[in-house]
């Protein structure tokens, strides 16, 4: 049959329609990134292996052929952080809790609670991380620390962080209004640039974040500073307990994933705070 004698069918324009559309969507993610160099560097080699073919030059041709298919399996395990965390964006865009509305009284009495302690922490100088769970779940950072599922209380609190406590060099998770686990190890970020307040425990908070939906609050032990990670990204230092417990009820909120709309901008976010390496994520306890 005659190519233009093909019918051209409505499922045909929508099949267009859609792969123009998943084609522009990863143009758009992987813009301003360093994606675009690598995406570069497989078309100049491709480019390079159809003149090879076109001169016969059969030995190039074989090794830029090798280099192709092992292109298919690097990029992959390059970004396999960013992949990994835009997978589980997915899974939460749309996603709602229907027991955050319930529990929104009692959550606003959890960071009053925290926010308190936090405060007191920070004037005796005294480092500490509370980290908030939300949609993702953190089974995988619960058990590298040890199980306490207690109510939250400022007691507690101070008896973990502690500097006689052996808990107190770990993170507090914090799931609802139950504290679940405390000496958790948290993930380092990734982040190539960080500013020089960032210590041990503001990197592990944004590691936390950076991998999760997390929000966590650290108190430095070196500033007396208190700052929230959310997304990747520090707040500037809060200063009262109500302005905490503000942030932390802006920040950690109803159990709700972002819109759809918002996920060309996350996961731009996420290729762009890549920092080159390719290592397994490093954990350690907090010292800073």
């Not at 292996?49 to 390059?78: D, E, F, K, M």
């Not at 006689?164 to 609802?176: E, F, K, M, Q």
């Not at 996350?266 to 390719?278: D, E, K, Q, S, V």
């Amino acid at each position: 049959m005659n190519l233009h004698e093909l019918p051209f069918t409505l499922s045909d324009a929508v099949d267009i329609i859609i792969t123009a559309c998943i084609v522009y969507g990863v143009l758009v993610l992987i813009r301003g990134t360093r994606a675009v160099q690598i995406v570069l560097g497989l078309l100049v080699l491709v480019a390079i292996r159809l003149v090879a073919q076109w001169l016969h030059l059969w030995t190039v041709y074989s090794i830029l052929n090798g280099l192709l298919i092992a292109s298919g399996v690097a990029i992959p395990i390059v970004f396999q952080p960013e992949l990994r965390r835009a997978l589980a964006q997915l899974g939460r865009t749309g996603s709602f809790d229907p027991r955050a509305r319930r529990e929104s009284s009692g959550a606003a009495h959890v960071y009053d609670v925290v926010a308190q302690t936090a405060s007191v922490l920070a004037r005796s100088a005294i480092g500490a991380i509370f980290v908030f769970e939300r949609n993702t779940g953190l089974a995988e950072f619960v058990e590298s620390g040890t199980a306490i599922d207690a109510a939250v209380s400022p007691e507690l609190l101070l008896t973990i962080f502690s500097p006689r406590s052996p808990l107190h060099d770990g993170a507090v998770i914090i799931r609802r209004d139950r504290i679940v686990a405390a000496g958790c190890f948290l993930p380092l970020s990734e982040a190539a640039v960080l500013e020089q307040r960032t210590g041990t425990r503001h990197r592990a908070a944004l590691g936390i974040s950076e991998q999760t939906d997390a929000v966590a609050l650290v108190v430095s032990e070196e500033t007396s500073g208190i700052v929230i990670a959310r997304d990747g990204r520090l707040t500037e230092n809060l200063e009262t307990p109500e302005a905490v417990a503000h942030a932390l009820d802006a920040a950690v909120g109803p159990h709700v994933a972002p819109r759809l709309g918002n996920m060309v901008t996350y996961i731009r976010g996420l290729f762009a705070r890549h920092n080159g390496t390719t290592d397994e994520l490093h954990t350690t306890q907090l010292h800073s």
